[in-house]
């Protein structure tokens, strides 16, 4: 399931912008990438004696003729969001649909252009260039009730910065990432109808605010990952029946976090990358029938725990990894009927183990180490 759905970003953006220049004497040099608007200085005017002077009638300099002066305001925000870097995508009406602003710092400003496009559908902002992005700033995506990705990563948004986005009911998709939301932050994600996939990565979120999303009837994908969440939390996840993928890299979650999770049938994948889970703990997963993705790099699962997945007759993808993988647990994975593809990391597999697994099981894709 795709950023995870990395995260799964595919943006596609084509860097083109519509900047129709309607200034007389423009002619047809501006088109789609009409973005650098010169600035033209009018010619003097044709009298006698005026020779090269370059001075109208009036004996006045020549004034200079911004074309952007011609523009709609509209057109002006793609000059500016342009000019700065920002990667934007137009769909078949030529309104912008689609923003990613990259390696672009993000700054109030150019999040106030923002607001002169409604059709917007996809806003990505993340890679830590946002840190001046104010309250204000993000208050002027308020009217745009058309988006349905968001991703507001490592703004520095707090729990007061949310009113904004309670009202963008089309939202599938939001990633509040390295923001500084707490609990208190996510009652205002109760409003959006629609929100299917949310990524609270790096927050302050803890097992309080899980109950709030169990709220979110719509939920699919939740990302926790290097949150505060504990074995208690997974409690709240268990009742989340319409959840499909859960994150919880890096966090404090054990074999008791998953003797909750086991009982919430319709995970489909499952990331415990960097948890307290081990052996023991894989056994309450038995009941996850739909599991197909199942990350435990980073645990205390050894050989052991590996012969356990057996029984999970639709994984497909597994990351393992640990000084207690070996060639044997390597083997044991060889028998999940549906397996395409392991990923291995920090393990004891050995380069002969792992040339006879490609050799003996050349369908299923093998990485790392």
């Not at 009036?58 to 342009?82: F, K, N, S, V």
């Not at 990302?223 to 029946?241: K, N, Y």
């Not at 909750?260 to 049938?265: E, F, K, L, S, T």
């Not at 029938?289 to 057996?310: M, N, P, S, W």
Request: with cysteine; net charge negative; glycine share 10%.
């Amino acid at each position: 399931m795709q950023r995870l759905f990395t995260k799964f970003r595919q943006s596609g953006f084509a860097a083109i912008v519509l900047v129709p220049l309607l200034a007389a004497g423009c002619g047809d040099s501006a088109g789609r990438d009409g973005i650098d608007v010169p600035v033209r200085t009018a010619p003097a005017v044709d009298r006698p004696g005026a020779g090269d002077s370059g001075t109208h009638s009036a004996g006045t300099p020549a004034e200079p003729l911004d074309i952007r002066t011609a523009l709609t305001p509209q057109q002006r925000g793609l000059y500016e969001l342009r000019k700065a870097g920002v990667r934007v995508e137009l769909n078949a009406q030529d309104l912008l649909e689609a923003v990613d602003f990259g390696e672009t710092q993000v700054t109030d400003r150019l999040l106030k252009q923002l607001a002169l496009f409604p059709s917007l559908k996809r806003i990505l902002i993340f890679g830590g260039r946002a840190a001046s992005v104010t309250t204000a700033g993000v208050q002027h995506l308020a009217g745009l009730t058309n988006l349905e990705e968001l991703f507001l990563e490592d703004v520095p948004l707090s729990d007061a910065g949310m009113d904004p986005l309670s009202g963008l009911t089309e939202l599938r998709e939001l990633s509040l990432e390295g923001t500084k939301i707490t609990d208190f932050g996510l009652l205002r994600l109760k409003e959006l109808p629609h929100l299917s996939s949310l990524w609270l990565d790096y927050t302050f979120v803890t097992d309080a605010g899980l109950k709030t999303l169990a709220e979110i009837p719509t939920l699919e994908m939740l990302g926790l990952r290097s949150t505060e969440v504990t074995d208690a939390g997974m409690a709240v996840i268990a009742g989340m029946q319409g959840l499909k993928v859960l994150v919880l890299n890096n966090t404090e979650v054990s074999d008791a976090g998953l003797a909750a999770i086991g009982r919430n049938r319709t995970l489909e994948n499952l990331r415990l990358r960097n948890t307290r889970v081990t052996d023991d703990g894989l056994q309450h997963l038995s009941g996850l029938t739909e599991l197909k993705e199942l990350r435990i790099a980073g645990t205390e699962v050894t050989d052991a725990g590996l012969k356990q997945l057996q029984q999970f007759s639709g994984l497909k993808y597994v990351s393992v990894g640990g000084g207690g993988v070996t060639d044997a647990g390597l083997e044991h994975l060889a028998a999940l009927p549906r397996l395409i593809s392991v990923h291995l990391e920090n393990s004891q597999v050995t380069d002969e183990g792992l040339a006879r697994f490609r050799k003996n099981y050349p369908n299923i894709e093998v990485d790392g180490r």
